[in-house]
Every structure is written in structure tokens, then in C-alpha cells.
């Protein structure tokens, strides 16, 4: 019994540790944690679902912002419009670093320079991914946290 | 169990979500119910005026009963911005008395003055939290049950009840206010997660 409980303990620090890594690391903002106040036992995945809904959407907010930059000239207002909604986006599932390239990309917008753009871009895919990969890594962990947990709770 | 359209006491308050973006409107979709609240979202101010029969067009199926107590709209959205929306809904007789609240991500005092004064009920900056839609959802609900002393919206701006402190943050600089305008417009910050 207790070995169950201490293991389950454990884990749940360790799922902390990884949590807070993504926080002080400057990975996610108090947005993220705003989304989890919103599980609960009948929605205990809302912001796996969240996060999920915003990989799958924003492939083709990516592609229009690539496909804006492309273009010869560049229509900045156009440019401006797709970042913003894919800034919003990624400001609602609390992605801090994202949102900072996406802040500098908006600068370079504003004042018309195509290059800047086009170098801070690479920055905010770059980004997208790393916390992709770590966003990933990180509800897998808490599903098999939730799958011990399953497991060792008396019924 | 009264039917009548202001009791909206015993029913709960159905609220009609516009925003372009998919995620944002799964949240708010999730922050209404948690409070208890119906939810219709769509993606378009058009979608919207659909919903709400507005569109011009004799549809058969048109505005499907559910009676909306509150709209809350995005304002920066491709085609139909909110302010747009906001305006269409305000200069309709049937629906000009359905509160309706700004979100944007972008917190232009220009811009929320205008839509203050076009008649919002209020401006939110996103990403919306769920003390947002309590605090509205409370407002909707006291503004119902005042449905008489209800003057114009241009009084509403004066109200210095607590529940309107944004309004009364934009009035002449008192050091009080600022400080709350700060605290009402700012960014949530990073919480203290050690």
C-alpha cells in the first residue's frame, strides 16, 4: 500500500517538476494555468484538448503567414492580420516565448521590413515546435500520472 | 417557474460567442458552461446576424427561439469586425436591448472608447478568465432585474457602481481609477508557481 502511495507521490512531483520547469523556463505564461482551472472530473483533458485544437488549427495560420511572405511585394497589412490571429491563438493557450517572437515579428510588420520578418519567423517556428515537443512530453506524462493514479486509488 | 423573457433568475442566461479564432472559442465555450451558462459559438459576425434573424434573407429556419441574453464578440475579425457587429445589433429594434461585450487581444483606449460609446456593455481583454464571465454574468443578471431603472447607455458610463469600474476607469484622471484602470487592462501576470 504504501509503496503504491509513494510512487504515486513521485510521480506527481515529478509531473510538478516538469510543470514548473516550463514556467520558469519562460515556456508558458498564467494563461496555461487559467486553462487548467477549467478541468475537472467530467473534463480532466480540457487543456490537452485545448492545446491539440491549437497545433491542428494553426498549420494553416503558419502556411498563410508563409505564403504572405512569399509574396513580391510583401502586403504588410495582409502579413499583419495573419500573425495577429495566430499570435491570439497562441496567446490563448499561454505559449510566452511564441508570443514574444510573435511581438517582434508584428515591429518588423509595422515598419515594412520584409527581412526582419522573414528572420524572426524561422525564430517563432523554431519556437513552436520546441514547445510542441514539451507540451507533448508533458501531457503524456500527466495521462500516465492519471493512469497510476487510476490504479492505485481504492474504488 | 416563470417564462417570462427578464426572468432570467430561474433560467440560465444563454450567451452567443463570435470569435474568428477556433481556440478562443473553445475556451470561452468552456468558461460560459462552467458558469452555467448556455452557449451558441460561431465564427463571423455574419454567422452571428444569421443566428440572431438579422440577415436580410426570409429563412425558413431563421433564430432558432433560444432567446440570447448576451453576445460577446471578438473585435478584430476578418469581414464583419465586432464593431460592426456591435453597431448592426444597437440599431436593431428587436435586439438592440441584448448586452452586448467587446473582447481584443489589443487594448486601444480609442477603441474601447468607441465601442463604450456604441454601446457595449463592456471591453474585455483577452485571453478572457473566468472571473470575467462571472462578473458578467452578474451584471446580466442584476441588469434584469433593474430592467425598468434601465436609462440610456450613455448612464450607464456614469454608474460608479463597482460591477461598471471600467467605465468609470476611462472618466477624468482620479489616482484611484488609474490604478484600477491598470489592474483592469493589464495582462495577467506570471503567478508565483514555486
Not at chain 1, 486553462?35 to 467530467?42: I, K, T
Not at chain 1, 520546441?130 to 507540451?135: M, N
Not at chain 2, 432558432?64 to 444597437?90: A, F, R
Request: charged residues 30%; glycine residues 6%.
Amino acid at each position: 500500500m504504501s509503496n503504491s502511495s509513494s510512487r504515486e507521490r513521485n510521480l506527481h512531483r515529478q509531473l510538478a517538476n516538469m510543470k514548473h520547469s516550463l514556467f520558469d523556463q519562460g515556456y508558458l505564461d498564467e494563461q496555461f494555468i487559467q486553462l487548467e482551472e477549467l478541468q475537472d472530473e467530467e473534463n480532466p483533458n480540457f487543456v490537452e484538448e485545448v492545446v491539440s485544437l491549437y497545433y491542428w488549427d494553426s498549420v494553416r495560420l503558419i502556411q498563410n503567414i508563409e505564403q504572405a511572405l512569399e509574396q513580391n511585394p510583401i502586403d504588410f497589412a495582409k502579413l499583419d492580420n495573419h500573425m495577429h490571429q495566430f499570435k491570439g491563438s497562441s496567446c490563448s493557450i499561454g505559449a510566452k516565448k511564441l508570443k514574444k517572437e510573435c511581438t517582434q515579428f508584428e515591429k518588423y510588420c509595422k515598419t515594412g521590413n520584409g527581412e526582419g520578418c522573414k528572420r524572426t519567423f524561422q525564430q517563432v517556428k523554431k519556437e513552436y515546435a520546441t514547445l510542441k515537443k514539451k507540451l507533448e512530453r508533458y501531457f503524456q506524462f500527466a495521462r500516465q500520472v492519471g493512469c497510476v493514479e487510476k490504479a492505485c486509488r481504492p474504488k | 417557474m416563470g417564462s417570462e423573457c427578464s426572468s432570467v433568475v430561474a433560467e440560465e442566461l444563454h450567451v452567443l460567442a463570435v470569435d474568428d479564432c477556433l481556440v478562443d472559442r473553445k475556451v470561452i465555450e468552456r468558461l460560459l458552461k462552467i458558469s452555467s451558462c448556455k452557449v451558441t459559438a460561431v465564427e463571423s459576425g455574419t454567422r452571428a446576424l444569421q443566428y440572431l434573424g438579422l440577415d436580410g434573407e426570409k429563412s425558413s429556419v431563421g433564430f432558432d427561439g433560444l432567446k440570447v441574453n448576451l453576445i460577446m464578440t471578438d473585435y478584430s475579425m476578418p469581414g464583419m469586425t465586432g464593431y460592426e457587429l456591435l453597431k448592426k445589433i444597437k440599431s436593431s429594434s428587436n435586439l438592440r436591448e441584448i448586452p452586448v461585450v467587446i473582447m481584443s487581444s489589443e487594448k486601444v483606449l480609442a477603441r474601447i472608447d468607441r465601442c463604450l460609446e456604441e454601446g457595449a456593455e463592456e471591453f474585455l481583454v483577452k485571453p478572457v478568465k473566468l472571473s470575467d464571465v462571472k462578473r458578467l454574468r452578474d451584471i446580466i443578471l442584476r441588469g434584469d432585474e433593474n430592467d425598468e431603472k434601465k436609462g440610456s447607455r450613455k448612464r450607464k458610463l456614469q454608474d460608479l457602481s463597482p460591477t461598471s469600474s471600467l467605465a468609470r476607469d476611462l472618466t477624468p484622471l482620479k489616482p484611484a481609477s488609474a490604478a484600477s484602470k491598470q489592474s483592469r487592462l493589464k495582462r495577467p501576470r506570471l503567478k508565483n508557481t514555486d
